[in-house]
């Protein structure tokens, strides 16, 4: 059972509302979203059918800036960057190799990148954003939903915004009103609104 | 007549051959062989009085003789799809655990098996699992899809099914319409591994639920037995067609309780099958059907009753 603030599942089989919340428990500890979800609550009924999940963000990662992974060593003809960490090495080449081109992006060893001075400000580079971990997490979230629901749902609507997420799929065609008339109530009922 | 039973070999790689050796000459067969790093597993029918013995040379080289009830059977898992609400677990644990109790197990994903409504079986799906001996169904959660999509996985399937899904045994029989051979209740999506005891306890009774399917077919079989013993049959294929040798699967020709399925390609091979002479005068063509399988181009051997041929290898 995830440690979730608020965790519920409800349906009209029992049974079904049993395996349900063992479902996302086990999605969400594989995915790795227990730390990331704060609030959620599940509706299945396979008579309408429809599947809802709807819930909330604990707290969203920050943006990664070059100054989080590296030191920015400024030379007289030249800038060094030394990386600590190479998680995000990839992305920060592929931004410097955009914006100053690969002719003056230098790569002796695997921890050192080498910038000719005058092409950008220390403190530009430093700050320099080089991933947005929130646009992965968004995804994992949506992934994760899809994975819980049922299979053969496959018509949905999602939405994730704001710390807030919800995600409704069913094998027919969705009413126009679904979040308003069945979303909107669940995230009353957490408290907050829509 | 000896009676064979079918057994599992459990024991090293070092003097294994001795047992293999041993079997034969007991007049058992080895239907599947297995090595893994240092183990060796043979999957076997030996005679039932013969059990003792092979125990005893074993026990030096701390081999294990157990009785494994699906030996010499192929089994197939049908799974509603292929995506990752029914796969790993659930169909694949179902399909490893049978496969310790002895059984060839296959693994069949549907293209369209999930979703109540659109769930459907095709004529590829529905000929392949009807090349099978049993075949177990991995369905799902709710009674209500069950109900009404089960109907539709189930049209034109031959062989006994047993059903595995999450409502209990008793709501599976109600909704279940005409009844199937077997119903194993709380086994339905699963995201984890199966580890414990309950869960492990719920395909014990899926192998007890499966052996005792096969046993009543078995018992059926004794009253009008084969011309020939399906692995007797493939001990002489795998000695007289020497490609089957050079095969890398890891069952090249596989038995299944009324016949064989030789992973050869059909258009080649068949006729040589066909003509293989199984005892003085009598040849493959003339106690079994030699038929193309829908599994790949593989050949599929169904051997005919006493009662139809009149021989009796």
């Known amino acids: 059972m995830p440690p979730l603030n608020y965790f519920v599942v409800e349906s009209p089989d029992a049974v079904g509302r049993e395996a349900y919340e063992r479902i996302a428990g086990d999605v969400l500890q594989d995915l790795d979203l227990i730390k990331v979800i704060d609030r959620l609550h599940i509706c299945v009924d396979p008579k309408v059918p429809i599947f809802v999940a709807a819930g909330l963000l604990r707290h969203m990662p920050r943006a990664i800036r070059v100054s989080d992974f590296a030191n920015v060593n400024p030379g007289e003809k030249e800038t060094v960057l030394d990386i600590a960490d190479e998680t995000y090495l990839a992305p920060l080449l592929q931004k410097l190799w955009a914006r100053f081109g690969k002719e003056n992006v230098d790569q002796p060893d695997r921890f050192t990148v080498v910038l000719p001075k005058g092409v950008v400000g220390d403190e530009e580079l430093e700050g320099l954003v080089v991933a947005d971990p929130s646009e992965t997490l968004y995804k994992d979230v949506i992934y994760a939903l899809q994975y819980i629901a049922p299979e053969g749902f496959k018509v949905r609507r999602q939405y994730i915004k704001d710390g807030k997420f919800y995600y409704v799929a069913s094998e027919d065609t969705l009413p126009a009103d679904i979040v308003e008339r069945v979303v909107a109530p669940i995230f009353e009922r957490m408290g907050v609104s829509l | ?313």
């Open chain 2, 1 to 313: 007549m000896t009676t064979l039973v079918p057994v599992t070999y459990k024991g090293g790689v070092y003097r294994h051959d001795e047992i293999m050796d041993l079997i034969d000459d007991l007049g058992g067969y080895i239907v599947q062989k297995h090595v893994m790093a240092q183990d060796v597993v043979l999957q076997s029918f030996v005679p039932r009085d013969d059990i003792d013995l092979i125990r005893e040379i074993a026990k030096p080289l701390a081999g294990q003789v157990t009785e494994a009830p699906l030996v010499g059977t192929e089994i197939a898992v049908v799974s509603p799809s292929l995506e990752i609400h029914h796969l790993p677990h659930t169909a694949c644990d179902i399909a490893e655990y049978l496969r310790r109790s002895g059984a060839k197990t296959n693994m069949v994903g549907l293209s369209r098996g999930f979703g109540k409504r659109i769930a459907n079986l095709n004529d590829e799906e529905r000929d392949i699992i009807n090349e099978h001996d049993l075949a177990v169904y991995a369905l799902g959660t709710f009674e209500e899809c069950i109900q009404q999509k089960f109907p539709v996985l189930r049209r034109g399937i031959q062989v006994p099914i047993i059903v595995t899904a999450s409502p209990d045994r008793e709501a599976l029989m109600r909704i279940i319409d005409p009844p199937v051979e077997g119903y194993v209740g709380g086994i339905g999506r699963i995201m984890h591994r199966f580890k414990r005891p309950e869960e492990l306890a719920k395909l014990d009774e899926l192998v007890d639920e499966v052996s005792r399917t096969l046993d009543a077919r078995r018992d059926a079989l004794a009253r009008d037995p084969l011309s020939v013993f399906p692995p007797r049959l493939m001990a002489i294929i795998e000695e007289r067609i020497h490609e089957v040798s050079m095969l890398t699967h890891p069952t090249p020709v596989t038995a299944q309780m009324e016949g064989l399925r030789v992973k050869l390609p059909y258009d080649p091979y068949a006729p040589a099958i066909r003509s293989l002479e199984v005892a003085d005068g009598v040849t493959v063509g003339d106690i079994a059907d030699v038929t193309p399988s829908r599994m790949r181009n593989y050949i599929l051997i169904r051997i005919k009753p006493f009662s139809e041929t009149r021989i009796l290898v």
